[in-house]
């Protein structure tokens, strides 16, 4: 068992640590299929050796070969640290300074298997949100943040670390850049085979805020407060998220994120579900005002999919909010997962038992949040059927949180097939899975369609939906409207986007104490300033984004978030 120590040692080469292979009873990332050539397959390896002596490359050669073979990456599962990997409290870690370790436990809770969707394969969520690109890449930056001082920074290129530089106590101790792709080559399919190859790494998020890089620095805050000041300037000019702050214990030391792309998993600020709940619970209240025209969501139905490490939000979201919520999620480990963090109360795998669940929850206005183990295709189906036979609308809102934006490699499984049928599919003929995957669109986008002429409410939720059932051939388009628009709104454009105008957006908190007693204490100073605010006096849908924060904060309290959300100190307003 490897130790926090051991971390800071640097890649372990004397003895090299025993092949383990993949880890049984852990999702695993599915396999890509990125189409390289010979050439391309040297380079690739190539690439990956770069980081070993030459004494080590002998053996290490062949492994990494087939590793590419087999998983269309090489992850380097060799040197997945032997370790319970998670956000351990700040003073453990060997660092010489504060910032460092705060980073050092940020990396680790993106890879807690509690958190990290894929944790051996690096990725935290989407199917792609990569912390690096393979394990080596760990190693050497956990050594780096070990050494690194005040008068240091680290520079970080797509997962590689390119070295500690000369710097101050007031420059970032952290700099990341990830993606950085010009236009030329940044189709899907050339980004597959620059990642298989370890020249850039997978960004999962740059659809939803449109920014084409991830630019961020941690910055000490009480180095230059006017710093601060520019830098949100800044950040609020290029996109609607706020940025986030990491608190250590030290209140001396304040580490604070700026992520122009928002890509949460490469630049180490994912701080679990626990700030998409936030999010996705203010979509949903601010959705049923506008759509629904009512504050009280009992008795209503909230359809979505998705139950990953984003997605996963969708269960706990909608049991804050009062609504009964059906998610539906292909991926039965997802499932288990949530149901076993207390997120989704109930499991079912039929369609029939889901209906009439839904509607027992609908007609006595309970709080639910009902897992569909199945396809959300069939769901909508289901639900159309129902309309057509009975007259009944059994659905109020509706979103979609499948990873469309890696829509042929995982990131949304066709209804023709069972999820390992899929899977298989997916690796021995990409062609004929893209094709099931686009006729599967065409199909929900119907069923959708027509639910859609009765008193139903959808939205894109930023994931490609939308854009990816388009190039399917789906009627998504708007009439009289140019190709880019929708029937359907985005859930920025029409419901957050009144919200973001006012200022109001996450902002995110980190006790990286580990003390669950800190969080209480910076909650109950979140809520006591929203309070302030109020009595100071606001507009009404000002005063109505502060309540709705004031009850978010109390009701993550009470629904006691789980592993990789609160309990090892994150926050979110």
């Not at 992520?259 to 994912?270: E, I, K, L, N, V």
């Not at 995957?437 to 027509?450: F, M």
């Not at 100071?536 to 984004?545: D, R, S």
Request: net charge neutral; proline share 5%.
């Amino acid at each position: 068992m490897s130790s926090l120590q051991a971390l800071c040692s640097g890649l372990p080469l004397r003895p090299l640590p025993e092949n383990r292979g993949r880890w049984a009873g852990v999702p695993h990332a599915p396999v890509r299929t990125p189409g390289l050539s010979p050439a391309e397959e040297q380079l690739a390896l190539r690439n990956a050796l770069r980081y070993f002596p030459p004494d080590t490359q002998e053996l290490l050669a062949p492994e990494f070969a087939q590793e590419l073979r087999l998983y269309g990456h090489i992850y380097m599962y060799r040197f997945c640290p032997d370790i319970e990997m998670k956000a351990y409290p700040v003073e453990q870690y060997a660092c010489r300074t504060r910032a460092a370790a705060a980073i050092m436990h940020m990396i680790m809770n993106n890879l807690d298997p509690a958190v990290a969707q894929f944790p051996q394969e690096l990725v935290t969520y989407g199917g792609n949100g990569q912390v690096f690109g393979n394990w080596a890449q760990f190693w050497l930056t956990m050594s780096y943040l070990s050494q690194m001082t005040e008068e240091q920074t680290l520079v970080m290129y797509s997962g590689h670390p390119l070295g500690l530089f000369p710097s101050s106590p007031g420059a970032p101790r952290l700099v990341i850049t990830n993606g950085m792709v010009i236009p030329n080559y940044s189709s899907r399919m050339e980004y597959e085979k620059l990642f298989a190859m370890g020249v850039t790494m997978l960004r999962t998020e740059a659809y939803r805020g449109g920014a084409a890089e991830s630019d961020l620095v941690w910055l000490p805050l009480r180095a230059d407060p006017r710093r601060w000041e520019q830098l949100t300037k800044e950040k609020m000019q290029i996109t609607v998220e706020v940025g986030r702050g990491y608190l250590c214990k030290d209140q001396e030391k304040v580490v604070l994120h700026l992520g122009y792309g928002q890509m949460t998993a490469g630049s180490y600020c994912y701080i679990g579900p626990q700030g998409i709940v936030h999010g996705t619970v203010l979509t949903v209240l601010n959705a049923g005002r506008r759509y629904l025209g009512v504050q009280d969501l009992a008795g209503k139905v909230f359809v979505t999919s998705g139950l990953g490490g984003m997605s996963g939000a969708q269960a706990k979201a909608a049991v804050i909010v009062g609504c009964v919520g059906v998610i539906a999620e292909v991926d039965g480990a997802a499932l288990t997962k949530r149901q076993k963090q207390g997120w989704l109360m109930e499991v079912t795998d039929s369609l029939d038992r889901c209906i009439e669940r839904l509607r027992e929850a609908r007609k006595r206005k309970e709080a639910l949040s009902l897992g569909y183990h199945g396809n959300v295709v069939a769901l909508w189906e289901r639900l159309v059927r129902e309309l057509d036979t009975t007259g009944e609308l059994l659905v109020d809102l509706g979103s979609d949180q499948t990873s469309c934006h890696n829509p042929f490699n995982g990131g949304y499984y066709p209804v023709q097939l069972g999820f390992a049928e899929a899977q298989s599919l997916m690796a021995s003929d990409p062609a004929a899975f893209k094709a099931l995957v686009q006729e599967s669109l065409r199909r929900q986008v119907s069923a959708i369609n027509r639910l859609a002429q009765e008193n139903f409410f959808f939205w894109d939720y930023g994931n490609a939906f939308l854009l990816e059932a388009q190039r399917a051939g789906a009627d998504v388009g708007k009439t009289g409207a140019n190709r880019m628009e929708f029937r359907y709104p985005s859930y920025v454009q029409h419901i957050m986007g009144d919200i973001f105008s006012q200022g109001f957006g996450p902002f995110r908190w980190v006790c990286t104490s580990g003390d669950p007693q800190d969080l209480v204490v910076t909650d109950e100073l979140a809520t006591s300033v929203l309070e302030e605010a109020i009595a100071g006096g606001v507009n009404p849908a000002v005063e109505q984004q502060y309540v709705d924060n004031i009850r978010w904060i109390r009701e993550a309290s009470r629904h006691r978030l789980g592993p990789g959300a609160r309990s090892p100190g994150f926050s979110a307003v």
